[in-house]
């Protein structure tokens, strides 16, 4: 899964596997990041970090971990590793799909929590609905990649904390090697800080 906290993801994130193949999916996948925001908000204090993942999938079931170094100035949680597994179909342009997201934080527990994905997309524009649990809250967005320039842009929402959107291109730099910059913007509820952060990521997938 990969995230910027792109998602988990973003981006968060699931593999939409046809139900059709019949091997097992299984895929590698590591990132450099200038910073770790997680919809909208930073999760590095402004720092790089390398995170990364595995997964594996079978006939729209999938598994897998994703994990990145985390640091928020209390000299607390330094590692963050998520586990998740859900199931996803596709039909033509329509994917629809569940992830249950399982946080976890090395050095402080009180971060751990529980999100439930439901995601729905058509052609080039998604959505996704998550519903908190364990300490978490819902959050709800919405994603469309723009023809011909091929633009991604977002607008999310959380309850009780504040809205975030962004705008990013991937391109190719070499055999698979993928960049992504992104400018991201969060606006908090009451007196949760607002953000403006520009991100740039290097990261490589394997499948096998």
Do not use: C
């Not at 100035?73 to 569940?98: F, H, N």
């Not at 929590?113 to 998604?126: A, I, M, P, R």
């Amino acid at each position: 899964m990969n995230k910027t906290k792109l998602s988990i993801a973003t981006s968060m994130a699931a593999i939409l596997v046809s139900p059709t193949a019949n091997a097992i999916d299984s895929s590698a996948n590591i990132a450099l990041n200038s910073e770790y925001i997680f919809r909208g908000q930073p999760q590095t204090m402004g720092n790089p970090t390398i995170s990364g993942g595995f997964d594996l999938g079978w006939k729209g079931a999938f598994i897998g971990m994703w994990a990145s170094e985390v640091d928020y100035g209390d000299d607390l949680a330094d590692l963050e590793v998520d586990l998740y597994g859900g199931y996803g179909y596709e039909w033509q342009d329509v994917s629809v799909g569940y992830t249950y997201v399982d946080y976890n934080y090395n050095g402080d527990s009180s971060l751990n929590g529980v999100e439930h994905q439901f995601s729905l997309s058509y052609k080039d524009l998604g959505l996704l609905h998550v519903v908190g649990d364990e300490g978490f809250v819902d959050y709800s967005e919405i994603t469309y990649t723009l023809p011909v320039v091929g633009l991604d842009v977002s607008w999310g929402t959380w309850d009780t904390i504040g809205d975030n959107w962004s705008i990013s291109k991937s391109f190719e730099i070499y055999e698979g090697l993928e960049g992504t910059l992104q400018y991201i913007q969060f606006h908090g509820d009451a007196s949760i800080q607002n953000e403006r952060n520009l991100v740039f990521s290097l990261s490589k997938s394997i499948n096998w």
